[in-house]
C-alpha cells in the first residue's frame, strides 16, 4: 500500500478553459476512516494528512518529493483527451443523424 498518490486533476464542470490543467498532485492516502459527527453531521476523520493537498509543476517534481521524504506512492497517468473536430457545416449536413 502506498503512502501517497500522484495524479494530475481533471477539469471540473464549472471551468471551460485548459489553462491550470498542467498541475500535479500529491495527496496523502486516508489512514483513518471517516465518520459523522453526532452532533452537527459533519464529516471528518482524526487523520489530519489527509486534508493536506501539494501541487507541482512537474511529475518528476512530486515523485521526487516522495522520494525525499521517505514517502511510497503510487503515480496515475492522466487519459489522453480525445478530439472530434467539428465545425458549422456539419449542422447542415445531409447525412445527418437526428
Do not use: C
Request: glycine share 6%; aromatic share 10%; charged share 25%.
Amino acid at each position: 500500500m502506498s503512502d501517497v498518490r500522484i495524479f494530475q486533476p481533471t477539469k471540473n464542470a464549472m471551468q471551460s478553459g485548459r489553462a491550470t490543467l498542467g498541475t500535479w498532485v500529491l495527496e496523502h492516502e486516508p489512514k483513518a476512516a471517516r465518520r459523522a459527527d453526532p452532533l452537527m453531521g459533519w464529516i471528518g476523520s482524526s487523520d489530519t494528512s489527509s486534508q493536506v493537498r501539494l501541487r507541482f509543476d512537474s511529475r518528476n517534481e512530486a515523485v521526487a518529493y516522495a522520494k525525499n521524504n521517505g514517502l511510497s506512492y503510487s503515480v496515475s497517468e492522466p487519459k489522453a483527451r480525445r478530439l472530434q473536430p467539428k465545425d458549422y457545416a456539419a449542422n447542415f449536413a445531409f447525412d445527418r443523424i437526428r
